[in-house]
Structures are given as C-alpha cells and as structure tokens.
C-alpha cells in the first residue's frame, strides 16, 4: 500500500492497518486519509491529541460552509474508526468521539414518471416492428403493472406467471416469495408476446426464462436498462431515469388512487414499513403543488 509523506505515524498506522485487516478498496482508504489528514491540519496538533471540543467545533465549522450531512457522516465513520483503533492500541484512554452522534441523513424523494409520461414510456416500443420490441413492450408492462425490480423481472420463468389467475409469483430479496397481480393490459401484452414473439426469440435455445434475449439467453440488466433509455428518449422523456423509475412509479401511482400502504408493501416485497412510506412523501409532495397549482388561494 502506498503512503502519503503528510500524513502522521498515527494516521498511516490506521490505514495500513485498515487496509491488510477489513480489505479495504484503496479509494475507501483514500477517503479515509483524506478526511483525517485535512483534520489533522485543521487541529494543529496530533490527531490523538484531539478533544471532543474540537470535533464539536470543526463539525460546526462544516455546517457553517454548508458541507452535506453525507459528509459530516462519512467524516465521522473516518475518526470514529481512528478513534477505536487508538483506544484498542493503548494510544489513548479516553474516546473523544464516543457519545458524538451521526448526523441524520436527509432521505432523498425518489424519481418517478407522471402517469402520462409513463403511458407515453409504455407506447414507445413499436411491437410491429420486432420480437425484441414486442418483449421490451410486454416486460415495460409487466415492471409498470407489479413494481418489480428489474432484476426479478429478467430473472421471471414461463411459470412464474399464471395467466388464468392473472398473477405473477416473484422470488425477491431474501428469497421470500410473493404474489402479485398483473392487472388487465399487462396480462393481455404477456399473453400475445408468450404466443407471437417469445418463440421467435427462443433461436431453438431451450430455456425457461420469460424474457429471454434476441439470443435466446437470460438478459443482463444492462441491456434492459439501454432499452429503458433508448425508449425514453423515443418518448420525448428528458428526466434522470434509474432502473428503478417505474417501480417508483408504480408505488407512487397506486397511492395517489387509494391504494392502502400495506398492501403496496407486500406487492414491493419491503420487510419494512418505513421503507415503502418513502413514497407517501411523493405522493403528499404532488398533492401539494397541485394543490398550489390549481387552488384560487394556492
């Protein structure tokens, strides 16, 4: 591993130590170093020599130049860390950082499509023109329909999907199961692609994946993750798109209409609650410009 001339014994004892025991990637120790060497110099003094005063006050200072709570944090898991290995090693008797908190990490809104950008997104592949197109329509279906994560959805077999109870049965994280419903149109364009374009893609490959590639193989989530983008872009969609937007927007549209949470929880396959009430804030923060858009005193 390499070292750094500017930074302290202490410091590069850390790393070294961190790198050969927890099997670091060197951009991780990289931060590391970069996080207790910038407040080595702040402190003008060892690091070891710190006070839980002068953490207080160079977590201030961070505040005062509106550095994010994500680095806070990660400043904070460096000398925490240092900090441990100090008092383990004998170099200190005292933990300076022992009852300093982690800042709470502001949970960001995810992405979605409004219902009209998703009907535009649902249209674009053009099934006439290839059994490739009519899958990328039937697996856009599907995702938008069930809220699946993409790599469940490459993942589906022929029987994973029963089509006279209108159901698909998904094994997630986990390896818990659930079942969920396909709803009419996604139902409609699975069976006419399982009838009209699957076997064409099959290439006389014997396989029990749904979707399989032109190859007749399992697709990789970057080939549908391109297609996502090239339909997009086909669809006059010019937003940041994760792999993940039409399962927000799946979450998202169903609480919009009614849709109780905890059902949409079972369909997202969360273990927690918290994790799916994310998508109640999209659905309050649309109300509200609505609300401010469209109320005479909004």
Request: hydrophobic share 35%; glycine share 4%; with cysteine.
């Amino acid at each position: 591993m390499s070292t750094t001339k500017t930074v302290s014994d202490d410091i590069q004892q850390y790393l070294d130590t961190i790198w050969y025991e927890r099997n670091l990637s060197s951009n991780t120790v990289k931060c590391y170093r970069q996080d207790l060497q910038a407040f080595e110099q702040w402190l003008g003094k060892r690091i070891r020599d710190c006070t839980r005063e002068d953490l207080q006050a160079y977590l201030a200072e961070h505040v005062v130049h509106g550095k994010a709570s994500s680095s806070r944090s990660r400043f904070l898991s460096s000398v925490r860390g240092f900090f441990n290995h100090a008092v383990e090693k004998g170099l200190l008797s005292d933990n300076p950082i022992a009852n300093v908190e982690n800042p709470k990490l502001a949970k960001n809104l995810p992405d979605y499509l409004s219902e009209s950008e998703v009907e535009a997104l649902l249209n674009a592949p053009q099934p006439q023109e290839s059994a490739v197109e009519w899958r990328d329509r039937a697996m856009l279906e599907v995702l938008y329909a069930t809220g699946l994560r993409v790599t469940e959805l490459i993942e589906l077999k022929r029987e994973s999907i029963n089509l006279n109870q209108g159901v698909v049965r998904v094994i997630g994280k986990g390896n818990k199961e659930r079942i969920v419903p396909l709803g009419e149109e996604a139902l409609t364009w699975v069976t006419s692609y399982t009838k009209n374009a699957r076997p064409k893609l099959l290439s006389n490959v014997p396989t029990d994946v749904l979707f399989p590639s032109k190859r007749g193989q399992l697709m990789t989530r970057q080939t549908f993750w391109y297609a996502i983008r090239r339909y997009a872009e086909r669809a006059g969609i010019d937003r940041h798109l994760s792999p993940h937007t039409l399962r927000h927007a799946f979450a998202t549209h169903l609480l919009n209409h009614g849709a109780d949470l905890r059902a949409v929880q079972m369909m997202l396959g969360h273990a927690s609650l918290s994790t799916t009430q994310i998508y109640t804030r999209v659905a309050n923060e649309r109300l509200k410009s609505l609300h401010a858009i469209h109320h005479p005193r909004g």
